[in-house]
């Protein structure tokens, strides 16, 4: 067998013994060249193509990874289109599709080297009959081409295991090139540098909509006249290329149909994946079975039970948790699914543990092969696990110095970090809960309560004493129905909504009064005193608090009679009763820095110094606030310590110390917007601008 010369068409002709009888290939090798059909609604691509098109200029083999649907297929053609445009292999730009994910179509290396050759140039009757020699004159074509200084792309698309590809890859560094797109990262393929595709944003994802209805409905305007509904679908689709496309055809069937009413029919989670069905081959549902069928058992029970966690993401700890199985273990199986991309790594702050996602339409197949024990099974366990880390971290979180808790967490930092890495999970839980397991729903409310308070997280907090309340009417220990009518008014006061507050906590400080809760009935007393000050009710306020305080007193709660003493402290002040007011403010710090309440003691510095700035002991009132600014910044409030700096840039600017009121001012507006409350910056940011003007 010789390689002979290159022919005036470009084809390399090849002379070997050859048997053509029993040949016949199962493989499509497509020709790309400049007059190939491109892809109109390619869209929203092109950092990563760019990508693509700088790796296939250095290296070798580069491949495309992704979630099943991602658009992996459609870069690749786009990166072969445009590297034919360039020029950049004159030996040709050849495409096939290995199918690999399916088995009924799965193309193996022995299927493959007869069109790669015809694909070549090599005449079919100079092909030869072997496998083995196929594979020489594969490559001896391949080194020749080289020489020639005529390298070829090679594009192999829908590569599901590594052997697909080894085989065809060219032998050793040279001009050749070899595309690869896998739903799997294909660890074991050498000399690859690999590109993981995500879903497009949800611009994006809009235009594609627009540019592939456009395709078949030039004219529709469906897009452009109604963009709410466009972006509604789009996030629906969760940005998933394929989703997206389908909805296009779907809209372009139906051109009278407006998109709302079909982001309608797709917002019904148990039924969106059927909604995204366009023919056996064109089907979201079906995209994932090909990778779903490629799990082995242990695999494919994780990926199930994932998906009974409530939540966007989870840690290792909690895929142990729903899986009932060792961490190391698990650990595996998550790699393992990442590697398939039907679970995908989350950024999180460096030593931070790792957590784990999944795409929203992943999410729904995987929970379509959830069967009901198992689900209520997984869910169990999440809601035991939960329950337990998160009243280890409530105990650790409001302990007092000193005070003994349980194992768990070493500090109150350690506390509410765990709170807020888990917060999207456990505040799903609550809500899942509260219909199935109340009692338990209202108990993890509570210990959540005081982190997301103190955190500012008060859409969160609102959603889970919404849900503790709504569970209390299936409770089985009355007690809390009035902990959750009181959580709850504290919620609600924090977003403003101060009747609906003040009706809550009259509904708890009743609720206990029947139970014969006193303490609790004391600090319903209490916190409807807040409320009461929020609508300018001062003297109510002052009998409410006053109240509260001794009806904790004759309890011997110490703690809670400090924090109401300081309540009433600040309704007198309100009421322009200074004196009294700095006696309570006074009492309640004595009584917290005794206790060793640390933020307690910053809450009553902090209310004592605005007092005295009432009555203009300025200098005092500074020494007070300075030393609730520290205690916040030790206790990680750091809401509290931006309202302590804030007060304390008044006292500044009040004596004309216009730098020092500036300098904390600044730092307040940061510590704000730290908190996720951009309001009070704004406002901070105002007086700033009076300041300097």
């Known amino acids: 067998m010789s390689l002979s010369n290159v022919t005036a068409g470009g084809d390399i002709s090849v002379t070997a013994n050859i048997n053509m009888a029993t040949r016949r290939a199962t493989a499509v090798v497509h020709t790309v060249r400049t007059d190939s059909d491109a892809d109109e609604a390619f869209v929203g691509r092109t950092d990563e193509l760019t990508t693509v098109l700088d790796l296939l200029d250095a290296a070798s083999v580069v491949a495309v990874a992704g979630l099943p649907g991602v658009g992996k297929s459609a870069l690749a053609q786009a990166a072969a289109r445009t590297a034919v445009a360039r020029g950049w292999f004159p030996g040709r730009v050849l495409l096939t599709d290995l199918h690999g994910y399916d088995p009924d179509e799965a193309v193996s290396p022995a299927q493959l080297w007869a069109p790669l050759l015809r694909g070549l140039g090599v005449a079919a009757e100079q092909v030869p009959a072997s496998e083995s020699e196929q594979a020489t004159v594969y490559h001896q074509l391949l080194d020749h081409l080289s020489d020639a200084g005529r390298p070829v792309l090679l594009v192999l698309d829908n590569v599901a295991d590594p052997r697909q590809a080894e085989m065809v890859l060219p032998r050793g560094p040279g001009p050749h090139r070899v595309l690869i797109t896998s739903r799997d990262t294909l660890g074991e393929l050498p000399r690859t540098h690999w590109v993981d595709l995500d879903v497009l944003d949800p611009p994006a994802a809009v235009q594609l909509l627009a540019v592939a209805v456009a395709v078949r409905l030039p004219h529709d305007e469906r897009v452009a006249a109604d963009p709410a509904a466009a972006d509604r679908l789009m996030r629906l689709c969760g940005g998933l290329p394929l989703a997206v496309r389908i909805v296009a055809a779907l809209a372009a069937d139906e051109p009278d149909r407006p998109l709302s009413e079909l982001a309608d029919e797709l917002a019904d989670e148990k039924h969106r994946l ?169 108990r993890l409310a509570s ?178 606030h300075e030393r609730a600014i520290d205690l916040f910044a030790e206790t990680g409030d750091r809401h509290s310590e931006a309202m302590a700096r804030q007060h304390l840039g008044i006292a500044y600017a009040v004596l004309d110390h216009r730098d020092l009121a500036r300098h904390v001012w600044l730092s307040a507006i940061d510590l704000y917007i730290q908190a996720g409350d951009d309001e009070a910056a704004s406002e901070v940011q105002r007086w700033l601008e009076e300041l300097d003007g």
């Open 447 to 624: 210990n959540l309560a005081p982190v997301l308070h103190r955190t500012r997280a008060l859409e969160d907090l609102v959603t889970i004493a919404t849900a503790a309340v709504q569970a209390s009417h299936l409770a089985t220990h009355t007690i809390f129905a009035p902990v959750a009518w009181n959580n709850l008014g504290n919620a609600l006061q924090e977003v403003r909504r101060f009747d609906d507050a003040i009706a809550a906590h009259e509904r708890a400080r009743d609720l206990h009064a029947e139970v014969g809760d006193r303490r609790g009935e004391a600090q319903a007393w209490n916190n409807l005193g807040l409320a009461l000050r929020k609508v300018r009710r001062f003297d109510e306020a002052i009998i409410t608090h006053a109240h509260a305080r001794d009806l904790l007193a004759e309890t011997g709660d110490r703690h809670s009679e400090a924090q109401a003493s300081n309540n009433l402290g600040n309704a007198l002040r309100q009421a322009r009763r200074f004196d009294d007011a700095i006696a309570a403010h006074t009492h309640a710090r004595d009584l917290l820095t005794e206790i060793g309440d640390r933020h307690g003691e910053g809450q009553a510095w902090g209310s004592l110094g605005q007092t005295l700035q009432d009555v203009h002991r300025f200098d005092d009132a500074i020494t007070a």
């Open 274 to 442: 059927a909604a995204l069905d366009y023919g056996p081959r064109w089907a979201v549902r079906a995209a994932f079975d090909l990778s779903h069928r490629r799990l082995d058992q242990p695999q494919a029970r994780l990926f199930r039970l994932l998906a009974a966690v409530p939540g966007t993401d989870v840690s290792l700890a909690v895929a142990a948790a729903v899986t009932d199985r060792p961490p190391p273990a698990v650990r595996a199986g998550l790699r393992a699914l990442c590697r398939a991309h039907l679970l995908t790594p989350q950024p999180t702050h460096p030593g931070k543990p790792g957590r784990w996602g999944m795409h929203d339409l992943i999410r729904l197949y995987a929970q379509g092969h959830l069967d009901r024990q198992e689900r209520a099974t997984g869910f169990a366990r999440i809601l035991a696990y939960y329950g337990h880390t998160a009243d280890l971290a409530g105990q650790r979180f409001i302990a007092l110095p000193g005070q003994q808790v349980p194992y768990g967490f070493d500090t109150a930092r350690e506390a509410m970090g765990w709170v807020l890495d888990e917060r999207a999970g456990l505040v799903a839980t609550v809500v899942q809960a509260a219909d199935t397991h109340p009692d338990d729903a209202i």
